[in-house]
Nanobody, 120 residues
């Protein structure tokens, strides 16, 4: 699978963005998908993901503000980011690893990232 993020951008605090991650070469339904961002003391932290049973999971700091969803028809992963704050500023990466029987396994496949910048 190949993953490609788009439509990051610059917004003011309180604004919204919905960057998509489009997949090619395989179906997103065959992968456990998620959004990640880099942090100083760790390569990347998970912001939100869909687990092997299809449940959305969120980092505490984005609960109630961000929504992750998967679109079978578009073969894409979406990330509705609302009530953005400057602390959300980061490069956001879409990633997926193989899914089978409710389990996620293998190495992550990564997109190239899309920059989200929130000004105060």
């Amino acid at each position: 699978v190949r993953l490609r993020e788009s439509r990051g951008g610059v917004v003011t605090s309180g604004g919204s963005l919905t960057p998509p991650c489009t997949a090619s070469g395989d179906s997103v339904d065959n992968f456990c998908m998620g959004w990640f961002r880099p942090i100083p003391w760790k390569e990347r932290e998970r912001v939100a993901n869909i687990d092997g049973d299809g449940r959305p999971l969120y980092r505490e700091s984005v609960k109630g503000r961000f929504t992750i969803s998967q679109d079978h028809a578009e073969n894409a992963l979406y990330f509705q980011m609302s009530r953005l704050v400057p602390e959300d500023t980061a490069m956001y990466y879409c990633a997926g690893r193989r899914r089978s029987g409710g389990d996620c396994f293998g190495e992550y496949v990564w997109g190239q990232g899309t920059q989200v910048t929130v000004s105060s």
